[in-house]
């Protein structure tokens, strides 16, 4: 059974910090694109970050611009999201996705993680 397993969420207040993790469990994904999506209570869930398979291009939604950071080992073992200021319209389920990366926008594919919460205070 393939697995993506996510960790590193929280509670933290406001203007803090976190950093997710999403390793495989199964396979290797380091042919492929990643993303992180987040989902809100009542909201869809909506892509925040995803870096495409040669690690050359990264996007992000433009609320974390500028505060979220993806980024992956070098080994392409682990997708890393780094979260700074924090704010409390980030408070939602994260999960990570393997999927394709084409011209300038990420296709999620099959594989998604449980999710990890991330929780922001005020």
């Known amino acids: 059974q393939v697995l993506l397993v996510e960790s590193g969420g929280g509670l933290v207040q406001a203007g803090g910090s976190l950093r997710l993790s999403c390793a495989p469990s199964?396979?290797?994904?380091?042919?492929?694109?990643m993303g992180w999506y987040r989902q809100a209570p009542g909201k869809e869930r909506e892509l925040v970050a995803a870096k495409s398979w040669s690690d050359f291009i990264s996007i992000y939604a433009d609320s974390v611009k500028g505060r979220f950071t993806i980024s992956r080992d070098n080994a392409k073992t682990t997708l890393y999201l780094q979260m700074n200021n924090l704010q409390p319209e980030d408070t939602a389920i994260y999960y990570c996705?393997?999927?394709?990366?084409?011209?300038?926008?990420?296709?999620?594919?099959?594989?998604w993680g449980q999710g990890t919460q991330v929780t922001v205070s005020s």
């Open positions: 996705n393997s999927g394709n990366y084409y011209r300038g926008k990420y296709y999620p594919g099959n594989y």
């Open positions: 199964g396979r290797t994904f380091s042919s492929n694109s």
